[in-house]
């Protein structure tokens, strides 16, 4: 299911028209244009008004570009709203949530798909099912749980949750690479003396770059936004992640839009440059979760 | 090098960092939110035992009042099966036909999947505020001062503020997996429909979309089951008031959880909200096979 299958797509079909339907093209048209400013809009207004004082966000200049540039926004929300130790704590649980995905799908993909046994496509199923399990089920055992062992209020009680969530989609997405490379090359490698381990490491894993790219796009997006395990299992300010931060920071500056708007627009510019230059892959990810979830 | 005892304990090393956090973080606790919901527990002293009194007192409660919160939920699941779905597949019928700008189309309707429900929550608590948000500041531009209200603070009015964004989110979302689907739809399908005289009307109802099934299927456990579980945004934006008016069993938990302190009654809520997804997706599943 690729999206660029040009012998299959309906292009250049020619229907029959006429001036009224000439008319009607243009009015679907302009529904498709709206609805894309429709979705540009708030992103559009967001970095606008953190770029304002109140005087304009709340004056005749309210989605305007901004006449003078308030760039003390960004300062603030660095120094008082804490939003560098809020990005650093981000990105330290997506890095790591990132490399413990990885590792144990490709791990246990490999182990589902090249090592021959009985059980393991239901080992395969029982492991899908994750991508099912809604993290609601798991709330309040975690919590008690993460709890008893001292772990709340820590990065850990965040990235352990989120691989494990993770889990699941990265098995299905490495599973669909995997079985794209030859198996002539484990038995050369195996002839030449590799054991599994070798075969794994020095064949299997660098020809696994693509699926890494793709699981760790898709990780990267679960963890950068999640907010239900970022609230529960952490009210301490030193390991708040940025949507955690960003809710607190709203509340604070109640009456002034500026520097919230400076702290959502640190947050959400890294995940727009991800997708500028990857929009494709991310999108095959999800349409490849949807699919077969 | 195969039925050796080290290949055996080699499948076992590699599956194991897997298994464990699958097993630890998702299965386990499922297991423990349904023995947590027998029990009257505060978290603090010894749980008592209780049988199904927590599953009775959640659907009988006015003070809980589970129902209606379930309410709301499938309330917010039937408008996105019957407008949000419905608004996808156009866009993705309509896209799919090589449009100028198709590609850019795509990308800009999915961006809002991308960006985190916080941030997307915060813009729209500023767009719904009652004194400098956008939408009341439209409306008095345009005179129509006696439509301004306090968008999300009004119950009349809360409930369905806080869907919109909802909605709007996760639009691109369906759109792009319906457009993946009718890019899939066979060339040779479409030129025999062609050849029949078909318009495009009828070339979208009797062969796309009938081919395409199987994501439409997906779409709306998609939605359903999404609905039933939604608690970002509400969160944000309302966290369930005004006085309950938009509570959702997620946000509904979580007081529970956090406010009452009743880790019981709390996983009861989890219990039913995976019993219940299970459920739909299986009805849907059914009516799917069923046409």
């Not at chain 1, 305007?64 to 560098?84: C, H, I, K, Q, V």
């Not at chain 2, 050796?4 to 897997?18: C, E």
């Amino acid at each position: 299911m690729t999206m660029d299958s040009e012998k299959n797509s309906l292009g250049r079909l020619n229907f029959k028209s006429g001036s009224s339907a000439k008319v009607s093209r243009v009015l679907e048209y302009s529904v498709l244009v709206l609805w894309a400013l429709l979705c540009l809009f708030p992103v559009y207004w967001m970095i606008t008004f953190s770029l304002k004082d109140n005087a304009q966000i709340f004056g005749a200049n309210v989605i305007g570009l901004p006449e003078t540039w308030f760039w003390s926004n960004y300062a603030r929300a660095m120094t008082l709203g804490r939003m560098d130790l809020y990005f650093m704590n981000s990105f330290l649980v997506a890095v790591i949530t990132i490399i413990i995905t990885l590792l144990a799908s490709c791990m246990a993909t490999y182990a589902m798909t090249r090592l021959v046994w009985k059980w393991r496509g239901t080992m395969n199923k029982f492991f899908m099912l994750g991508l099912t399990i809604p993290i609601h089920a798991a709330i309040v055992p975690l919590y008690v749980v993460l709890g008893k062992v001292h772990l709340l209020n820590s990065l850990p009680a965040l990235f352990i949750p989120y691989s494990a969530f993770a889990l699941a989609m990265g098995i299905l997405i490495c599973t669909g690479f995997m079985g794209g490379i030859p198996y002539d090359l484990d038995e050369a490698a195996f002839l030449d003396g590799c054991g599994v381990w070798a075969i794994f490491f020095r064949v299997i894993a660098p020809l696994m770059v693509p699926a890494v790219a793709t699981v760790g796009i898709y990780t990267f997006l679960q963890c950068w936004n999640e907010l239900m395990f970022a609230t529960v299992f952490n009210s301490s300010e030193a390991y708040k992640t940025l949507p955690v931060g960003i809710q607190g920071l709203a509340g604070q500056y109640l009456r002034e839009w500026g520097p919230t708007g400076a702290a959502m627009a640190i947050a959400t510019i890294p995940t727009l440059l991800v997708y500028i230059f990857m929009s494709k892959r991310i999108q095959e990810s999800f349409i490849a979760g949807a699919v077969k979830g | 090098m195969r039925r050796t005892l080290g290949y055996r304990m080699n499948i076992i090393l590699f599956l194991l960092p897997a298994l464990f956090l699958f097993v630890a973080v998702l299965i386990a606790p499922i297991i423990m939110s349904t023995y947590y919901s027998f029990f009257d527990w505060n978290g603090l002293t010894a749980p008592k035992l209780i049988a199904f009194k927590n599953y009775v007192e959640l659907f009988t409660s006015k003070s809980i009042s589970f129902l209606p919160a379930l309410k709301n939920s499938l309330l917010l699941a039937l408008f996105s099966v019957l407008i949000q779905l419905p608004f996808a597949l156009w866009l993705a019928l309509k896209l799919s036909k090589h449009l100028p700008g198709e590609r850019a189309f795509i990308s800009i309707y999915f961006m809002p999947v991308l960006i985190s429900t916080v941030v997307i929550g915060q813009l729209w608590l500023k767009i719904y505020n009652p004194d400098y948000g956008v939408l009341n500041v439209a409306l008095r531009a345009v005179g129509l001062e006696s439509w301004t209200r306090s968008w999300l603070g009004d119950k009349t009015t809360a409930l369905g503020a806080a869907f919109i964004p909802t909605l709007w989110q996760y639009v691109g979302y369906h759109m792009l997996l319906m457009y993946a689907g009718v890019k899939g739809v066979p060339r040779e399908l479409l030129e025999a429909g062609m050849l029949d005289g078909c318009t495009e009307k009828q070339l979208n109802r009797h062969i796309i979309i009938p081919y395409i099934k199987p994501i439409l299927r997906v779409s709306v456990i998609f939605a359903v089951t999404g609905s039933l579980k939604s608690f970002d945004l509400i969160y944000v934006l309302t966290n369930g008031g005004p006085v309950h008016a938009t509570e959702v069993p997620s946000t509904l938990m979580l007081n529970l959880l956090f406010l009452r302190n009743r880790y019981g009654m709390g996983s009861t809520i989890a219990v039913m909200l995976i019993l219940l997804c299970f459920l739909f997706a299986l009805l849907i599943n059914l009516a799917f096979k069923e046409e």
